[in-house]
C-alpha cells in the first residue's frame, strides 16, 4: 500500500473525475480495508451490490494493523479503484463499510457501517499483568473502540446475535442505537455449501472410507500454532498427525489464520511445515478454502479462533489442542465454549483420541444456536441496511451472495518414506496399514516393509527400501516407459524388492526383482502405491500370480485389485525372506530378494 499511497487516484474520483469517468453520477461505496482477514469479510458482502449501475466501488487501506502483507495483491484482485487513505478520508462517500474498528475510522466522510470479522466480539484488549476478568474491556465492544466524542462512531454496528447487542450494552450502553441485526454471511456461505461437501472432500484428495483430520489455528502466541511459554505442543502434534494417523484411513490437512502467513511469510510458513506436507499434510488456501475445507472435515483439532467456533456450529467434532482463555471475554460464547469443548492430550497417542471422539461425538447446542440469530437471512438483512444508509431503494430480485467455489484438486503427495504393515488373513484377505515415518514400529499383527517415493528428501533411505514408488506420466520421455523406469530402479537399489511406477489415480505398474512384471489396477478409490505393497504380501505367501484378483483391506474399506503381469514369481521359500517382523529395518537387517540364490 505504501507504493499506492504516492498517488491519489483521479477517476472515478478526483477533482476533476466528472471530465473522465463514463458513469460519474454513481452512489459511492467504500470498502475499508483493515488486513487481508477483516478484507474477505467484505468481499462477502461486496457481491450485494451486483447489477447495479448506480453503484461505485472504491476501495483504501487505513494503514494501521501490523499485517500488511498481501493486502496489495488482495485489493488489485477485487479489482475496484483503490484509494489511499489520505484520498479517502478526503473524499465524501454514500457509505462505507469496515470488518474493523482500526484505523481512523471516525475522519470518513460519509455513512459508516461496521460489521463483525469473526464469531461476534470476544476478544478482551489484553491486560499488561494477571489474567482476563469481567472488569476487562472487550475488544469491538469498550466505549475506546465504538465512541467518537460520546457518540457512537459507526451509523450501524452489526451483530449476528442479539446476545452480543446485550453484551454491547453492558459494556458501552451509548452505543446499542448503533446495534443492527444482520446475521453472518461468512456462516451463511457456508450453510449454502454443505450439500457440495463431497465435492471438497474430493479436492482435498480425500478418498471413500477416509477420514478429514483438519488442523486449525488463529493467530498469537497462545494459540495452537504459538509458542508461548513451555507449551509449545505444535511440533509434537505435527508429528503425530503424521506417525500415528494410518495414511490410507486418514487425511490430513491445515487451516492457519491469515496473519500467520502475514506475519511470518508464507515461505517460512511452508519451511516450518515442510516436514508435515511430505508426510501428506495439504496447506488450505487461508483466503479461498477454509470453508470448504471446514465443511469438508471429519474432526478439527483447533483452539479458541473463530474457524474451531464456526466447526461446532456445524456440528463437525472439535478437539482444543490449545484451551486458552487469557485473551477471551469471561462470558462471550466463545470462551464458554473452550470451557466445554474436548481437549486433545498432546502427549498421549493420538489415534485412539481420534477414534473415541469420532466415535462419541454428540454436536454441542451453543455454538449452533449463538453464532447467527438469522441463519441464511444475512443477505436479505445487509442490502437492506446498505442501501436504506445509502438512500436508494434496493435493485430488485433477491439479495445472495456468491456460492463457494470449487477448489483446485490437492491430492496428498506423499514423499516421506512409509512404514508398511502387512497381514494375509485366513481367507486370503490382504490387510495393509501404512504409517508416515513412524517414530516407533506400529502396534498390531502382521509383517513389516519399508516403502520410498523415490522423491524422498533423505536419498539413504531408498537403499533400505522394499518398495520404491513414483508418481508420473507413462509416457514421460524424461523417465522412459514405467518398466524401463522400474528396471533402472532395480538395478541402481539391489536391496529394493518391487518398483511400482504410479501412472494414475487407479493404476500402477509393478517390477519384482526375480518376479512378475505387469499392471495393477483398481477403482480409484486408494492409493495405487498401496496396490504395490499388497502385492508384495501377496507374494510372499507363495502365490505365483494375481490373476484372480487380490482383496486389500484397509481400516473399514476393501479395495478389489486386478492384475496384468508376465514373468514367473519366486518360490514362496526365497521370498519369504522379504517378510521382516519387529523393529524398523536397519541395513543389517535386511531380507532382501538380492540375497536369494
Given at each position: 500500500?505504501?507504493?499506492?499511497?504516492?498517488e491519489?487516484?483521479r477517476?472515478p474520483v478526483?477533482?476533476?473525475a466528472?471530465?473522465?469517468?463514463?458513469?460519474g453520477?454513481c452512489r459511492?461505496v467504500?470498502l475499508v480495508?483493515?488486513?487481508v482477514?477483516?478484507?474477505?469479510?467484505?468481499?462477502?458482502?461486496?457481491?450485494?451490490?451486483r447489477d447495479?449501475?448506480?453503484v461505485?466501488l472504491?476501495?483504501?487501506?487505513t494503514?494501521?494493523?501490523?499485517f500488511q502483507?498481501?493486502v496489495t495483491?488482495?485489493?488489485?484482485?477485487?479489482?475496484?479503484?483503490?484509494l489511499?487513505w489520505?484520498?479517502a478520508?478526503?473524499?465524501?462517500?454514500d457509505?462505507a463499510?469496515s470488518?474493523s474498528l482500526?484505523?481512523?475510522?471516525?475522519?470518513?466522510?460519509?455513512?459508516?457501517?461496521?460489521?463483525?470479522?469473526?464469531?461476534?466480539?470476544n476478544?478482551?484488549?489484553r491486560?499488561?499483568?494477571?489474567s482476563?476478568s469481567l472488569?476487562?474491556?472487550l475488544?469491538?465492544?469498550?466505549?475506546e473502540?465504538?465512541?467518537?466524542?460520546?457518540?457512537?462512531l459507526a451509523d450501524?454496528?452489526?451483530f449476528s446475535?442479539?446476545e452480543q447487542?446485550?453484551?454491547?450494552?453492558?459494556a458501552?450502553p451509548?452505543?446499542?442505537?448503533?446495534?443492527?441485526l444482520?446475521g453472518d454471511?461468512c456462516?451463511d456461505?457456508?450453510?449454502a455449501?454443505r450439500?457440495?461437501?463431497?465435492?471438497y472432500?474430493r479436492a482435498?484428495?480425500v478418498r471413500?472410507?477416509q477420514r478429514?483430520?483438519?488442523l486449525?489455528s488463529?493467530?498469537?502466541p497462545d494459540?495452537?500454532f504459538?509458542d508461548?511459554?513451555s507449551?509449545?505442543?505444535?511440533?509434537?502434534l505435527?508429528r503425530k498427525l503424521?506417525s500415528d494417523l494410518?495414511?490410507?484411513e486418514?487425511?490430513?490437512a491445515?487451516?492457519l489464520?491469515?496473519?500467520?502467513?502475514?506475519?511470518?511469510?508464507?515461505?517460512?510458513?511452508?519451511l516450518?511445515?515442510?516436514?508435515?506436507a511430505?508426510a501428506?499434510l495439504?496447506?488450505?488456501d487461508?483466503?479461498?478454502?477454509w470453508r470448504?475445507?471446514l465443511?469438508?472435515?471429519?474432526?478439527v483439532?483447533g483452539?479458541?479462533?473463530s474457524?474451531?467456533?464456526?466447526?461446532a456450529a456445524?456440528?463437525?467434532?472439535?478437539?482444543?489442542?490449545?484451551?486458552?482463555l487469557d485473551?477471551?471475554?469471561?462470558?462471550?460464547?466463545v470462551?464458554?465454549?473452550v470451557?466445554?469443548?474436548p481437549?486433545?492430550?498432546?502427549y498421549?497417542?493420538?489415534?485412539p483420541?481420534v477414534?473415541h471422539?469420532l466415535?462419541?461425538h454428540?454436536p454441542?447446542?451453543?455454538?449452533?444456536e449463538?453464532?447467527?440469530?438469522?441463519p441464511g437471512?444475512?443477505a436479505?438483512l445487509?442490502?437492506?441496511?446498505?442501501?436504506?444508509l445509502?438512500?436508494?431503494?434496493?435493485?430488485?430480485?433477491?439479495a445472495?451472495l456468491?456460492p463457494?467455489p470449487l477448489?483446485p484438486?490437492?491430492p496428498?503427495?506423499h514423499?516421506?518414506?512409509?512404514?508398511v504393515?502387512?497381514?494375509?488373513?485366513?481367507d486370503?484377505?490382504i490387510?495393509?496399514r501404512?504409517?508416515?515415518e513412524?517414530?516407533?514400529?506400529p502396534?498390531?499383527?502382521?509383517?513389516g516393509?519399508?516403502a520410498?517415493h523415490e522423491?524422498?528428501?533423505?536419498?539413504g533411505m531408498?537403499?533400505?527400501?522394499?518398495?520404491?514408488?513414483r508418481?508420473?506420466d507413462?509416457?514421460?520421455?524424461?523417465?522412459g516407459?514405467?518398466?524401463?523406469?522400474a528396471?533402472?530402479?532395480?538395478?541402481?537399489?539391489p536391496?529394493?524388492?518391487?518398483a511400482?511406477?504410479?501412472?494414475?489415480?487407479?493404476?500402477?505398474?509393478?517390477?519384482?526383482r526375480?518376479?512378475?512384471?505387469?499392471?495393477?489396477?483398481?477403482?480409484?478409490?486408494?492409493?495405487?502405491?498401496?496396490y504395490?505393497?499388497?502385492?508384495?504380501a501377496h507374494l510372499?505367501?507363495?502365490?505365483s500370480?494375481a490373476?484372480?484378483?487380490?482383496?486389500?483391506r484397509t481400516?473399514?474399506?476393501e479395495?478389489r485389485i486386478?492384475?496384468r503381469?508376465?514373468?514367473?514369481a519366486l518360490p514362496?521359500?526365497q521370498?519369504?525372506?522379504?517378510?521382516v517382523t519387529?523393529g524398523?529395518l536397519?541395513?543389517?537387517d535386511?531380507?532382501?530378494?538380492?540375497?536369494?540364490?
Amino acid at each position: 500500500m505504501a507504493e499506492r499511497s504516492r498517488e491519489w487516484v483521479r477517476v472515478p474520483v478526483g477533482d476533476e473525475a466528472s471530465r473522465w469517468a463514463t458513469r460519474g453520477r454513481c452512489r459511492r461505496v467504500l470498502l475499508v480495508v483493515h488486513n487481508v482477514t477483516a478484507a474477505t469479510r467484505l468481499l462477502d458482502v461486496l457481491p450485494l451490490f451486483r447489477d447495479d449501475l448506480r453503484v461505485q466501488l472504491l476501495a483504501t487501506c487505513t494503514g494501521s494493523s501490523p499485517f500488511q502483507s498481501g493486502v496489495t495483491e488482495l485489493l488489485d484482485s477485487v479489482g475496484v479503484p483503490v484509494l489511499p487513505w489520505e484520498q479517502a478520508v478526503s473524499t465524501p462517500v454514500d457509505l462505507a463499510i469496515s470488518a474493523s474498528l482500526g484505523g481512523q475510522l471516525a475522519e470518513i466522510r460519509g455513512q459508516l457501517v461496521i460489521v463483525s470479522h469473526g464469531i461476534g466480539y470476544n476478544k478482551t484488549l489484553r491486560p499488561t499483568t494477571g489474567s482476563p476478568s469481567l472488569g476487562d474491556p472487550l475488544f469491538g465492544l469498550a466505549p475506546e473502540w465504538v465512541l467518537a466524542d460520546g457518540v457512537p462512531l459507526a451509523d450501524a454496528m452489526v451483530f449476528s446475535h442479539p446476545e452480543q447487542i446485550e453484551r454491547l450494552g453492558a459494556a458501552c450502553p451509548e452505543a446499542v442505537p448503533a446495534a443492527v441485526l444482520g446475521g453472518d454471511p461468512c456462516f451463511d456461505r457456508i450453510l449454502a455449501a454443505r450439500h457440495h461437501r463431497e465435492r471438497y472432500r474430493r479436492a482435498l484428495g480425500v478418498r471413500p472410507g477416509q477420514r478429514l483430520v483438519l488442523l486449525n489455528s488463529t493467530w498469537n502466541p497462545d494459540s495452537l500454532f504459538g509458542d508461548r511459554g513451555s507449551d509449545d505442543v505444535l511440533p509434537l502434534l505435527l508429528r503425530k498427525l503424521a506417525s500415528d494417523l494410518p495414511v490410507d484411513e486418514y487425511r490430513t490437512a491445515a487451516v492457519l489464520h491469515p496473519n500467520i502467513w502475514a506475519a511470518h511469510g508464507p515461505g517460512q510458513v511452508r519451511l516450518w511445515l515442510d516436514r508435515a506436507a511430505r508426510a501428506g499434510l495439504a496447506l488450505v488456501d487461508p483466503l479461498d478454502g477454509w470453508r470448504q475445507a471446514l465443511i469438508a472435515a471429519d474432526l478439527v483439532i483447533g483452539d479458541f479462533g473463530s474457524v474451531s467456533y464456526y466447526a461446532a456450529a456445524q456440528g463437525t467434532p472439535v478437539l482444543l489442542g490449545s484451551a486458552s482463555l487469557d485473551g477471551l471475554g469471561p462470558t462471550s460464547p466463545v470462551a464458554e465454549f473452550v470451557r466445554t469443548a474436548p481437549r486433545l492430550d498432546p502427549y498421549a497417542p493420538l489415534l485412539p483420541q481420534v477414534e473415541h471422539q469420532l466415535a462419541t461425538h454428540r454436536p454441542l447446542t451453543a455454538p449452533a444456536e449463538m453464532t447467527t440469530s438469522a441463519p441464511g437471512r444475512s443477505a436479505a438483512l445487509l442490502r437492506e441496511l446498505f442501501y436504506g444508509l445509502i438512500g436508494i431503494p434496493q435493485p430488485p430480485g433477491p439479495a445472495l451472495l456468491d456460492p463457494l467455489p470449487l477448489p483446485p484438486y490437492a491430492p496428498a503427495p506423499h514423499t516421506a518414506p512409509l512404514r508398511v504393515i502387512t497381514r494375509v488373513r485366513d481367507d486370503g484377505v490382504i490387510e495393509v496399514r501404512r504409517f508416515s515415518e513412524p517414530v516407533a514400529e506400529p502396534g498390531g499383527p502382521g509383517d513389516g516393509h519399508l516403502a520410498v517415493h523415490e522423491d524422498t528428501l533423505d536419498p539413504g533411505m531408498l537403499d533400505l527400501a522394499d518398495v520404491i514408488w513414483r508418481h508420473g506420466d507413462p509416457y514421460d520421455p524424461r523417465l522412459g516407459t514405467p518398466q524401463q523406469w522400474a528396471a533402472e530402479v532395480l538395478d541402481r537399489y539391489p536391496g529394493c524388492s518391487l518398483a511400482a511406477y504410479v501412472m494414475g489415480p487407479d493404476a500402477c505398474t509393478v517390477r519384482h526383482r526375480d518376479g512378475p512384471t505387469g499392471e495393477l489396477t483398481a477403482r480409484p478409490d486408494a492409493d495405487p502405491a498401496l496396490y504395490a505393497s499388497a502385492f508384495l504380501a501377496h507374494l510372499a505367501t507363495g502365490a505365483s500370480d494375481a490373476t484372480g484378483g487380490i482383496i486389500v483391506r484397509t481400516g473399514a474399506a476393501e479395495h478389489r485389485i486386478r492384475s496384468r503381469l508376465t514373468g514367473q514369481a519366486l518360490p514362496a521359500d526365497q521370498v519369504e525372506g522379504v517378510q521382516v517382523t519387529g523393529g524398523l529395518l536397519g541395513a543389517e537387517d535386511r531380507g532382501s530378494l538380492l540375497d536369494q540364490p
